[in-house]
């Protein structure tokens, strides 16, 4: 029996020569070509568990399962980067990539491209989680909501250049009151949508109000209609939270009328069309001129009402007053009666004056007399000449005090210092900058020298630059 077993293993000797030998190294990478080459792109919808990351170095793993199997997942950093989808356990998506295995542990694993929501319902629990979220915030309080312009004077739109929407809102503003229009070019939908739009809501905040550009009073940002998928970039943070810091009011004209996004929450305002925000963007010309013309019939009608009346009281006051003979005979009278009196007491008065006068010069010698206005002149003399002294060493004495706090002045004064050297910083508003912690980057100052001053910018480095003609652009441009 043992010879037997003997002759069986080595008639089993040249068989397994044949068969090709690999290391675990080996068989492991080709296994992974294999698994790459057969599923080099797949879609795979699952449930989504098991989330962790973005880990230290920026890639996430989790799994994605159904009710009877599960398969590993990972996002590399740069692709994490890039999904707009909120990634959470429970959620139902769409991943696109392909499968590879991780010889490490022997497993394969499908490395994701692209994720996202699988479905309008996961994509409603996205929307009610953001807005939950938001409005725990207070981004849809309406004590924050600013009122719109009653007739702008430059009304911005972010909206695609080439579609409807924009003919519809520039012809809707020609019906009703003609005003300027800028329009910032965007994307409405995509992947580079909610940034596009963030970016052109800042770009309009940020246009200086007495620059080249004028600065809009009034913001729409409108988009036809679509599905949920496609008025998604509506719902992207970044645009909501651009919405919400806006200083310029904004009207949200997404889609038709029973269409919604998060945007329509947080906007001033609320247009179920782009024709109707149009329509609440300024007020019907025509109407406005017959408004005026009638009020101001009105106000001619009630302004000769108002002269009518009152006249009707004067002569009513006047015919209760007296004839003007009777208010003034009594005093003419007595102005009569006194006139009569009058010369004959001037001239009795004038005796009586003449009476005293003889009276005194008989009494005073004409010696003392002069010898008394003698003494009183000199007197005015010595009195005079003292007088002179006192006031020319008063004068002496305050223009020295005067010399001598001028001289204090001007070594106190800044101008002193800017002889030395130095140079004075003020802000736009000529108020002096006194530390560096007051400026800020790309702000316009003036530098004072000791002979002329100049303008210039803050750096980013910190310390002034002189202003140059050019600067940078902002993303998207305008129409």
Same mark, same amino acid.
Request: hydrophobic letters at 40%; one cysteine or more.
């Given at each position: 029996m ?6 069986r ?7 397994k020569?044949?068969?090709a030998e ?7 990478l080709?296994?992974? @070509?294999?698994?790459e ?14 989330f962790?990351g ?5 890639h #996430?793993?989790?799994?994605l ?14 692709t994490?980067q ?7 356990d ?14 490490g542990s022997? =497993? ?6 692209s !994720?996202?929501?699988?479905? !309008?319902g996961a994509l ?5 989680e @953001?807005k939950r979220l938001l409005?725990?915030?207070? /981004?849809f309080?309406?004590?924050? =909501?600013?009122?719109? *312009?009653? /007739?702008?004077r ?6 695609s ?5 924009i003919r519809?809102?520039?012809h ?12 910032w ?15 052109a ?10 620059g *080249?550009?004028?600065?809009?009073d009034?913001?729409?940002v409108?988009?036809?209609?679509g ?10 943070? !970044?645009?909501? @939270?651009?919405?919400?810091?806006s200083?310029?009011?904004?009207i ?17 305002e609320?247009? *179920?069309?782009?024709t ?5 963007a ?5 109407e406005l ?13 009630a ?11 004067l =002569?009513?006051?006047a015919?209760?007053l007296?004839? *003007?003979?009777e208010?003034?005979? /009594? ?14 007491a ?12 003889d ?5 005073v010698s004409?010696?003392?007399l ?5 003494r009183?002149?000199e ?10 002294? #006192? ?5 002496l ?7 001598? #706090?001028?001289k204090?002045m001007a070594s106190?004064?800044y101008?002193?210092?800017l002889q ?5 910083? @003020?802000?736009?508003?000529? =108020?002096p900058?006194?530390a560096?912690?007051?400026t ?14 100049v303008?210039?910018v803050?750096?980013q480095?910190g310390?002034?630059r ?12 305008l129409?």
């Amino acid at each position: 029996m043992g010879a037997e077993t003997t002759s069986r293993g080595d008639a089993a000797d040249p068989l397994k020569a044949n068969v090709a030998e690999y290391s675990v190294s080996e068989i492991s990478l080709a296994l992974k @070509r294999t698994i790459e080459d057969t599923f080099g792109h797949v879609r795979v919808r699952g449930e989504l568990t098991g989330f962790r990351g973005p880990h230290s170095s920026g890639h #996430c793993y989790f799994a994605l399962k159904d009710e009877s199997a599960r398969l590993d997942a990972v996002v590399w950093r740069g692709t994490f980067q890039r999904i707009k989808a909120v990634l959470e356990d429970g959620l139902e998506v769409v991943a696109t990539g392909k499968l590879s295995s991780f010889p490490g542990s022997s =497993k394969y694993q499908l490395i994701v491209e692209s !994720i996202e929501p699988a479905g !309008i319902g996961a994509l409603m629990a996205l929307v009610e989680e @953001r807005k939950r979220l938001l409005a725990a915030e207070g /981004l849809f309080d309406a004590d924050r =909501k600013q009122p719109l *312009p009653y /007739l702008p004077r430059v009304i911005g739109v972010v909206t695609s250049p080439t579609g409807a929407v924009i003919r519809d809102i520039l012809h809707r503003l020609a019906d009703r009151f003609p005003r300027d229009v800028l329009v910032w070019p965007v994307r409405v939908q995509g992947d580079t949508c909610g940034a596009e739009v963030a970016a052109a809501i800042a770009g309009f905040n940020a246009f200086d109000p007495a620059g *080249p550009i004028p600065r809009p009073d009034l913001l729409i940002v409108a988009r036809g209609g679509g599905s949920l998928e496609d008025l998604w970039g509506f719902n992207d943070e !970044i645009v909501l @939270r651009a919405a919400a810091a806006s200083a310029i009011p904004l009207i949200s004209a997404v889609g038709h009328e029973t269409d919604w996004t998060l945007l329509d929450l947080v906007a001033d305002e609320r247009a *179920p069309t782009p024709t109707a925000a149009a329509e609440c963007a300024v007020p019907v010309r025509s109407e406005l001129l017959m408004r005026v013309a009638d009020l101001g019939l009105r106000q001619a009608r009630a302004h000769n009402r108002s002269l009518e009346e009152r006249k009707g009281r004067l =002569k009513a006051a006047a015919r209760g007053l007296p004839r *003007p003979e009777e208010v003034l005979g /009594l005093a003419r009278q007595r102005l009569d009666t006194a006139g009569g009196r009058l010369g004959r007491a001037l001239v009795a008065n004038t005796s009586a004056h003449r009476q005293a006068y003889d009276r005194l010069a008989g009494r005073v010698s004409d010696r003392p007399l002069r010898q008394h206005i003698v003494r009183e002149r000199e007197a005015l003399v010595r009195h005079g000449a003292q007088m002179r002294r #006192c006031l020319a060493r008063l004068l002496l004495d305050r223009r020295n005090g005067l010399e001598n #706090c001028s001289k204090l002045m001007a070594s106190l004064s800044y101008h002193s210092v800017l002889q030395r050297g130095f140079a004075l910083v @003020r802000d736009a508003a000529d =108020k002096p900058l006194r530390a560096a912690s007051a400026t800020r980057a790309g702000q316009a100052v003036t530098i004072q020298f000791h002979d002329d001053r100049v303008g210039a910018v803050i750096g980013q480095g910190g310390g002034p630059r002189r202003k140059s003609g050019g600067g940078s652009t902002g993303q998207g441009s305008l129409l």
